[in-house]
């Protein structure tokens, strides 16, 4: 099995900044792509940025600009750097992993952390 474990949501100004940590552990021979989502209340989860392995990144278009999202390889770990935060971008985040797992080398596996709230206020 892989867990992943989501930290640093909380409330914030608009304006503000937070950073987003994810962690994977677990049955892990290779992580390849690693995302950020979100869902806010009343709507569907959708993708805030993704990486791959080799670092390249794309963005939603509602957040170029104002969040970064980065890993680190050898941590198993992704990052997610929210800069001049708005009410809008209130929900909770989700970290996603597409893992190759020690017990079968031939498919990839997605995962997804248990949530953080990000709650921006006006």
């Known amino acids: 099995q892989v867990q992943l474990v989501e930290s640093g949501g909380g409330l914030v100004q608009a304006g503000g900044s937070l950073r987003l940590s994810c962690a994977a552990s677990g049955s892990i021979f290779r992580i390849n792509a690693m995302g950020w989502y979100r869902q806010a209340p009343g709507k569907q989860r959708e993708l805030v940025a993704d990486i791959t392995r080799g670092g390249s990144t794309n963005d939603a278009d509602s957040v170029k600009g104002r969040f970064t999202i980065s890993r680190d390889n050898a941590k198993n770990a992704v990052f997610l750097q929210m800069n001049s935060l708005k009410p809008g971008d209130t929900a909770v985040y989700y970290c996603?992993?597409?893992?190759?797992?020690?017990?079968?080398?031939?498919?990839?596996?997605?995962?997804w952390g248990q949530g953080t709230q990000v709650t921006v206020s006006s």
């Open positions: 996603n992993a597409k893992v190759i797992t020690t017990f079968n080398l031939y498919r990839e596996y997605d995962y």
